[in-house]
Structure formats: structure tokens, C-alpha cells
């Protein structure tokens, strides 16, 4: 058994293809998108060696408009974490408490998550569209017709347009993860509080609250993490625009990239961008009260 | 249990308490149609007249079933070539990830050498590299290969396989030694142990991974759009988009092809809710 299980031959066939994938996909690139980012370089031309000055464009030149992007990505996770986070704790300590259709509900809340946010993005322009989409048309109908506005295409509200949608298609995923922390916990502690004489919202409170903490803290770092790295959706309903008003740093690091060929300069916000989700999660981890177990 | 129940919220009347549910309920069936009445929408208006949509009937029923949408979708859109493209890429990339990360994973768990806890931790630390970093270096790579499914299925592989370890390994971790140590005394060798004994055990911990990986390549844009722009080679998630531009002034068909693309999942969903939950909040766990 010993000289099976320390097979040397066996382990590299084991361990190596997939080692070679993932070296090769990710902590490669990862180390080039790093090197990238001390170059001027269009991708033609030969690059040039610039040190740091990639950096200190991204908060100098104001043309960039980075600083924007960044405070945009913290918007949305500021609305993350205190709109969409409190609406899923709420949904699932409901849910987890045990009221009727439980399962039903749970399956029907969770269903955004699993649509492609492409098919999401498409919907939620047609709901935004000016002319024929559903929310002007209510408005119109409700007799409101003086708030119906380009939603998308105007400066004033494209940003909360643009994060309406992705705080709605998230909510499931947050509900669930807590609904299952909050299933977890011993049905003895809940017995005892009951002989108490603990009513629901005391039980939710005082019992399920403080057992769901570490999972808590697991959503408000996905929430985060998640606003300071979105894409997709932007990309779909803006692609940053109008005039830059919903620009968030991975979209800017894509037009850098791939529309204005600026490779060295766009690494270097992909460089910000890992760094600045590290340091937050370091961050978070430390802000909330350490696991008691 | 009668007395625990007396004991708690009985406390409150009756008719209160009926109210209470009452209010809950309409709460919960408010939340369910929020998120639910965009999809429903689209199903609406995948079956509506351009006269419906632009202006006559926006929001409601559809008037008749305008199937019109669906077969002109199929007949000058591209939605049939996508979905088959999804699919490909989806089921490659799942075959690929699995098989790559249970081995890994049992080399890691199973065998006994100096490096293990390290490829563990350097797998770990995998998960933290968002697809953001690694886009342009990729695009450099692949280039030999771009407009390819090879494209797309290669980086797809490599960032599903952290998350597909980790969960693997967990459920390895946990197999029972002795099973391995009578296989071996039956003159079974260490390739025949992973065959026989160990992936058999670890099949629920692989429909998890399955679906994870199926819902990260089905629906990823970043590397869609960037890797593939011929037409033959789009998956469903830039398709779509580029219907958009086709169809601009036609949303029936739009709406076909948004309801065409969404069925794949929704399927799954239907069949296998739970596990999919499940798998979900499995797969947080280990992120």
C-alpha cells in the first residue's frame, strides 16, 4: 500500500496535466498582465520600459476619468452590501424560519442567478427603452408620464439603471447562501429558545443572527469583490457610456485594451483591480468579529 | 413538542397571528414576481406582433401566439449555430475540468509526497485571480488558436479547475482508507484504485462541479467576445448580443432568441433545482 500510494510515476500523471493548465491559463498571464504594466506598448511597436508610469497615469491623467471608474465600482458595492445584502438576509431568515412554500420560493428567488447575464442585460434594455419599454410605458399608463426618461442614455441615471438589475439578479444567490448557513444550526438551540418562550423574531435575532455571522461575512466579501470586478452587465446596457457616466475600472481596462490598444496601460488597471479586491478582502476579514469556532 | 409549542409564539391571539402569515405571504409572492416578471415579460414578448410591442400592448398577455418569432430566429439568426456551440464548448470544458481535477485531486488527498499541501495551496490562491488579469496575456497566447473552440474551451478549463479541485479534494478527503488498502490487497494497482474505487465514490462531489462549470462556461462574456469573432464560433452569450445590432427595430424575434438561448438552463434547473442550489452554495463554501 505504502509503495503504492507513493507511486512517483503515478503522482506526476495524476497532478501534472492539470497543474500544466492552470500554470499555464492563469499564474502565467498573471505574471505577464504584472510585466505588461511597466510597458508602453500598442502591440505593434516594440514596447518600452516605463516603470511605474502607468500607475501614476491612472491617477494623474484626468482624462482617464480612473478615479471616477473606481468611486462607480464602490457605489455598487456600497449598494451591494447595504440594500442587496440586507433584502437576502431578510428573505432568508423568513424562508429559513419555515413558512409555507419554503422550497417553492427558494427555487423562484434563486432563478436570475442562473440566467446568463447576457439574456439578463437584453431584457432590462428593453424594460429601459425609451419608446416602447415596460417601465416608461407604465409610468405613461399610470398617468406619471413626466418621469418617463431615456433611462440608460442619460447622464443623471444611467448608473442607477445600469445597478438596479444586477443588485435584482444577485438577491437569490445572497438569499441562498445565508438560508443554508441559517438551516445549519442546531435545531436543539432553537428547541431550548423555544421552551424560553423566544418568539420567531427573537429566535431570528438572537439565535440565527449571531450562527450566520461567518457566512455573512463569506456575502458581504462576494458582494464586494463582485461590484469591484463587474463587467458583463455594464459592457451589455452601456459599455460605460453615456459620456463615461457608468464607466467601472474593468470596463475602461477593456477599451484601453482592445479599442485604444493601450496594453500596458490597461494592464496596469487590471494590476489595480487584483490589488485593490485583495487588499478588501483582507480588509473585510479583519472588520468582522473573528469565527468563534 | 405540545409544550414547547404552547409555550412559544401561541402566546400571540389567534386572529393576529393569522393576519401575520397573512402579510408574509403577500410579501413573499411580491418578492417572487419581481424576480420572476422580467423573465416572464420576455416569454410575453417573444410571442407578440411588432404592433403589440410598439405601442398596443406592451406589458400584458400576449394577444395571439406569434410563432412566427421563433421560426424566423431559427431560419436567418445564427441562434441554432450558437447553441450548438455552447454546447460543445460547455461539455469539452466539463469532461476536461473533471477529469484533470479528480485525478489532481487524488494525488493530492490519497498519496503521500513532499509537494502536495503546496500544489493544494497553490490551487487555493488560483481562486482569487479574477479572469480580468490574465485577458490580454491570454489573447497574446492564444492567438494561434483564436476563433477557435480551442479559444475558448483552453482558458475555460484553466479557471474552472481551481474551484473544481477544491471541492474534489474535500470529498476525497473524507473516503475511508481502508477501502483503498483492500482493493490494493486484491493486487489492484494505484490507477485502478482511482477508477474502480475512488471516482465512483466522489460522483455526487462531480455532478457538482459538472453544474458549476456548465453554468461558468455557458454563460462567460469576457473571454467570449475577445477570442472569437467569426460568426461559426460565437457562443450563446455574445450571439445574442450581436442579434441586437440584426434585429434592431424587431424585438419579437429578439425575444425569441433571448427565450431560445434561456431554455438550456432553465431545463436543467427544472430537472435538478435542488442539486443546483446545493452545488452553488457548495461552491461558495470553498471560494
Redesign the interface.
Known amino acids: 500500500?505504502?509503495k503504492?500510494?507513493?507511486?512517483?510515476r503515478?503522482?506526476v500523471?495524476?497532478?501534472l496535466?492539470?497543474?500544466l493548465?492552470?500554470v499555464?491559463?492563469?499564474?502565467?498571464?498573471?505574471v505577464?498582465?504584472g510585466y505588461?504594466s511597466l510597458l508602453s506598448w500598442d502591440?505593434i511597436t516594440a514596447p518600452s520600459f516605463i516603470g511605474l508610469n502607468n500607475y501614476a497615469k491612472l491617477f494623474t491623467d484626468s482624462a482617464t476619468k480612473f478615479g471616477a471608474a473606481i468611486g462607480h465600482s464602490l457605489i455598487l458595492a456600497g449598494m451591494s452590501v447595504f440594500l442587496q445584502l440586507p433584502i437576502a438576509l431578510v428573505?432568508a431568515l423568513?424562508?429559513a424560519s419555515g413558512?409555507?412554500?419554503e422550497k417553492f420560493?427558494?427555487?423562484?428567488?434563486?432563478?436570475?442567478?442562473?440566467?446568463?447575464?447576457?439574456?439578463?442585460g437584453?431584457?432590462?434594455?428593453?424594460?429601459y427603452h425609451p419608446?416602447?419599454?415596460?417601465l416608461n410605458?407604465?409610468l405613461r399608463?399610470t398617468g406619471l408620464e413626466n418621469l418617463a426618461q431615456p433611462w440608460l442614455a442619460q447622464k443623471e441615471t444611467a448608473l442607477a439603471a445600469t445597478f438596479i438589475p444586477m443588485i435584482?439578479q444577485y438577491?437569490?444567490?445572497h438569499m441562498?447562501?445565508l438560508y443554508?448557513a441559517a438551516k445549519s444550526v442546531s435545531s436543539d438551540i432553537y428547541?431550548a429558545a423555544?421552551?424560553d418562550?423566544?418568539?420567531?423574531r427573537q429566535v431570528a435575532a438572537y439565535i440565527t443572527l449571531p450562527q450566520i455571522v461567518p457566512m455573512l461575512k463569506?456575502c458581504v466579501i462576494?458582494a464586494v469583490i463582485g461590484s469591484l470586478?463587474s463587467?458583463?452587465l455594464i459592457?451589455?446596457l452601456t459599455k460605460g457610456g453615456p459620456s463615461q457616466a457608468t464607466e467601472v475600472p474593468?470596463t475602461l481596462?477593456?477599451s484601453n485594451?482592445?479599442t485604444k490598444y493601450a496594453?500596458g496601460y490597461?494592464?496596469a488597471m487590471?494590476?489595480f483591480?487584483?490589488v485593490e479586491?485583495?487588499l478588501l478582502?483582507v480588509l473585510i476579514q479583519r472588520l468582522f468579529p473573528s469565527d468563534p469556532n | 413538542m405540545t409544550t414547547i409549542k404552547k409555550l412559544s409564539k401561541d402566546s400571540r391571539p389567534v386572529k393576529r397571528r393569522r393576519l401575520g402569515t397573512l402579510l408574509l405571504e403577500i410579501f413573499l409572492s411580491l418578492v417572487a414576481l419581481i424576480q420572476l416578471f422580467p423573465l416572464i415579460w420576455m416569454l410575453f414578448f417573444s410571442l407578440k406582433t411588432n404592433e403589440e410591442l410598439f405601442g398596443a400592448n406592451v406589458v400584458g398577455l400576449p394577444w395571439g401566439l406569434e410563432w412566427e418569432n421563433y421560426s424566423r430566429v431559427f431560419a436567418d439568426g445564427n441562434i441554432g449555430r450558437y447553441l450548438i456551440n455552447s454546447t460543445i464548448i460547455a461539455l469539452v470544458t466539463i469532461l476536461a475540468t473533471g477529469f484533470l481535477s479528480a485525478m489532481a485531486a487524488f494525488a493530492v488527498t490519497r498519496m503521500k509526497w513532499r509537494l502536495s499541501k503546496a500544489v493544494y495551496v497553490v490551487f487555493l490562491m488560483g481562486m482569487m485571480v479574477p479572469v480580468h488579469a490574465t485577458l490580454l496575456p491570454l489573447f497574446i497566447t492564444l492567438k494561434p488558436v483564436l476563433n477557435t473552440y480551442w479559444a475558448l474551451i483552453i482558458p475555460y478549463i484553466g479557471f474552472a479547475l481551481p474551484l473544481s479541485f477544491l471541492v474534489l479534494s474535500g470529498y476525497c478527503s473524507a473516503i475511508p482508507r481502508e477501502l483503498e488498502e483492500s482493493a490494493c490487497l486484491d493486487g489492484a494497482n494505484i490507477y485502478q484504485i482511482f477508477g474502480v474505487i475512488t471516482v465512483p465514490l466522489i460522483r455526487p462531489a462531480l455532478a457538482t462541479v459538472s453544474i458549476l462549470t456548465y453554468l461558468s462556461s455557458w454563460n462567460e462574456l469576457m473571454f467570449a467576445i475577445t477570442f472569437v469573432n467569426r460568426e461559426i464560433y460565437k457562443t450563446v452569450p455574445f450571439g445574442i448580443m450581436s442579434m441586437e445590432g440584426r434585429y434592431a427595430t424587431k424585438w419579437g424575434p429578439i425575444g425569441a432568441g433571448l427565450v431560445v438561448a434561456t431554455i438550456p438552463t432553465i431545463i436543467l434547473y427544472v430537472m435538478l433545482s435542488e442539486q443546483i442550489q446545493s452545488s452553488l452554495a457548495a461552491g461558495a463554501l470553498k471560494g
Open positions: 500500500m505504502e503504492l500510494l507513493r507511486d512517483k503515478a503522482i500523471l495524476f497532478v496535466p492539470g497543474l493548465f492552470f499555464v491559463i492563469i499564474l502565467v498571464p498573471l505577464q498582465t505588461y502591440g428573505l423568513v424562508l413558512v409555507r412554500g420560493y427558494r427555487t423562484v428567488y434563486f432563478i436570475p442567478v442562473i440566467v446568463s447575464t447576457v439574456i439578463i437584453q431584457l432590462w434594455m428593453k424594460i419608446s416602447y419599454g415596460m410605458t407604465l399608463s435584482w438577491i437569490g444567490y441562498l447562501l443554508t428547541e423555544r421552551v418562550g423566544a418568539t420567531d463569506t462576494f470586478k463587467f458583463d459592457y451589455i474593468a481596462m477593456y485594451i482592445f496594453y490597461g494592464s487590471a494590476v483591480i487584483i479586491c485583495l478582502t
